[in-house]
């Protein structure tokens, strides 16, 4: 819901003595986690219906179905509809109505099914349905199109919201509304996941709507979406959207491989941009929760499942990241829990804590917990030993099943911290249970947007994942990234040949590489097929891809802006790979 084109500065807070009574009433409030959550969870379920039209306490003027970000008009105004905060909202009430845990929403969902398709239809400044629209991240509540001065496109919406219609057709379908799925859902889903098909190898800005890049959170829900969408294409009997989600879903899943630094430990929250940051980002741990499969193991590292070793390394460092950064977390050192929030160098409200991101942080180990609860073990990796070392100093690398006293210590200390983040927003909630955007890094007091929706529903998933109640699977289980398989070179094996080319370009334009082998998308030049490289030393564009060893190909670099390609000049390079080993290139572009 943030832009860098709100220039706001929050007003100072001042301690009063009421304001200190009110900490040391939430100190006692925040004593015992499981009175928290028994407490907050209708607080913030009412939270989120009083902000949906029509007939929200909090959403005056906003049409029938439409999810409002904030009843906030002013410092910040937050009164829009955002695709991305809409549509996880509605993913977390679809997943309560589906499981049976509230059948009164139904008739919401419906409204919310209706006032998304009216959406999808309006034409905005991103373009049209066919054009471009569908990345326009978010619409006056009436529901017409925002012309103001934005971030855009932001290409996660789309995805989310097919994530949650998906999740809703799959219950229609199986309890009698197969006509609301063939009739009204299913075309949505297909405008969304077409668009995500032809435009996830294009840049766009990230979830904070800062970063103008390639973002994590961005492709890890895109992936998933499209793998859905390939499942239920087979249902409807779409083969050729069958084929196409899922070959851009392998496309997507080796893409979201570059975001891991090995050298750093933890995932890069943007890139293809150069804003100077660390690049450690709650982005990534979002990314992480919002592609969790139940189904899925520890060893499914390539959608960097919560308990994934690359997940809990990651982990690992955006907490430590917010450790000495605000006030609030002094002298809380690891393992404690500690306040998180967006990232470390945000300066947006002065930068602070939010509630949804150290929610987050909780779900991530929660998620985790009911991993390796099924599991029945837990495995610990050299990328992981950092983070289990947090809770047992002697851990080592090796599988520890759970009649152990290494993972029965682990798993109590993975509890304390999870509950941890919880109670670092117990502490900081109002006596009311009102959850705003932001509190003070300093003093805990609420800050930005009151009454945000998104950190309702962060509250709620937080809350349901502790308690054992997970969403169903998405397909995740086996997954691995199509950057690993093998060739069929005249050689044995494969080898990783690294591909750099120095070249210049303009905001927005990316540079890609295609080739003559499949490995290299035969020649193809569209965006979704030609591999996408990155530039984390700007100019220089590079891209890491396994191919057949002793093989000699031809290959070529490609321009892409604003849709359009640009081949570089004859002749085709040539390269052969050798034996063993790995290789490069450094070309400069022609």
Excluded at 103 to 110: A, D, M, N, Y
Aim: hydrophobic residues 40%; charged residues 10%.
């Amino acid at each position: 819901m943030l832009s860098v084109f709100l220039k706001v500065l929050a007003a100072a807070s001042l301690f009063s003595g009421a304001s200190a009574r009110q900490s040391q009433h939430l100190e006692a409030r925040a004593t015992s986690v499981t009175a928290y959550i028994a407490s907050q969870s209708p607080i913030s379920k009412a939270g989120i219906l009083a902000n949906i039209g029509p007939s929200g306490a909090k959403s005056e003027g906003a049409a029938s179905g439409v999810v409002i970000a904030s009843p906030s008009t002013t410092n910040p105004d937050y009164l829009y509809t955002w695709i991305r905060d809409s549509s996880l909202v509605y993913k977390l009430l679809i997943d309560q109505f589906t499981q049976g845990l509230d059948s009164t929403l139904q008739p919401g969902i419906t409204n919310w099914i209706n006032s998304m398709k009216t959406i999808q239809q309006t034409t905005n400044p991103s373009g049209t349905v066919s054009s471009g629209g569908l990345g326009e991240p978010k619409f006056n509540i009436d529901q017409s199109e925002f012309t103001g001065a934005w971030g855009r496109p932001q290409r996660d919406g789309p995805a989310l919201r097919s994530i949650a219609l998906l999740t809703y057709a799959t219950w229609l379908e199986a309890n009698g509304g197969s006509a609301t799925v063939t009739g009204t859902i299913w075309p949505m889903v297909i405008l969304d996941l077409d668009y995500v098909s032809s435009n996830w190898n294009n840049t766009g800005y990230d979830l904070w709507e800062e970063v103008n890049g390639s973002s994590f959170f961005t492709i890890a829900v895109q992936h998933r979406a499209l793998r859905q969408g390939a499942a239920f294409a087979t249902v409807m009997g779409d083969t050729t959207r069958h084929t196409t989600y899922t070959t851009q879903a392998a496309n997507l899943l080796c893409f979201l491989q570059s975001f891991w630094s090995s050298s750093s430990a933890y995932t890069i929250a943007n890139i293809n941009e150069n804003n100077g940051r660390s690049g450690l980002d709650a982005n990534t741990i979002l990314g992480s929760i919002h592609s969790f499969d139940p189904a899925a193991s520890c060893a499914d590292v390539a959608t960097f499942q919560p308990c994934s070793d690359k997940a809990l390394a990651n982990h690992l460092a955006v907490v430590n990241s917010f450790r000495s950064l605000y006030s609030i977390n002094s002298g809380l050192a690891a393992p404690a829990a500690v306040a998180i929030g967006r990232y470390k160098e945000d300066t947006y409200y002065n930068g602070n804590p939010w509630f949804l991101c150290t929610f987050a942080a909780a779900e991530q180990l929660y998620d985790a917990l009911y991993t390796w609860n099924v599991q029945g073990n837990i495995t610990i990796t050299a990328t992981s030993l950092p983070f289990f070392q947090q809770f047992l100093s002697t851990a080592a690398v090796g599988t520890y099943l759970s009649t152990s006293t290494t993972y029965t210590s682990i798993i109590s200390g993975v509890q304390t911290m999870a509950d941890g983040f919880v109670l670092e927003n117990a502490k900081y909630t109002p006596a009311s249970g009102g959850l705003s955007e932001q509190y003070d890094k300093a003093l805990g007091t609420e800050l930005s947007a009151a009454d945000l929706t998104w950190s309702y529903a962060a509250s709620l998933t937080a809350f349901a994942r502790r308690n054992g109640t997970v969403p169903a699977s998405w397909g995740a289980a086996g997954l691995s990234s199509s950057c690993t398989s093998t060739g069929t070179g005249t050689g044995s094996g494969t080898v990783a040949v690294t591909f750099n080319v120095y070249a210049t370009t303009v905001w927005g334009e990316n540079i890609y590489l295609t080739g003559s082998l499949s490995q290299l998308s035969d020649w193809s030049p569209t965006a979704g097929y030609a591999l996408l490289m990155t530039n984390p030393n700007y100019p220089e564009w590079t891209l890491t891809v396994n191919l057949p060893a002793s093989t000699t190909f031809q290959y070529k670099y490609i321009r892409i802006y604003n849709g359009v390609t640009t081949w570089e000049s004859d002749p085709n390079l040539s390269f052969t790979t050798p034996a063993s080993g790995t290789a490069s290139t450094n070309d400069t572009w022609r």
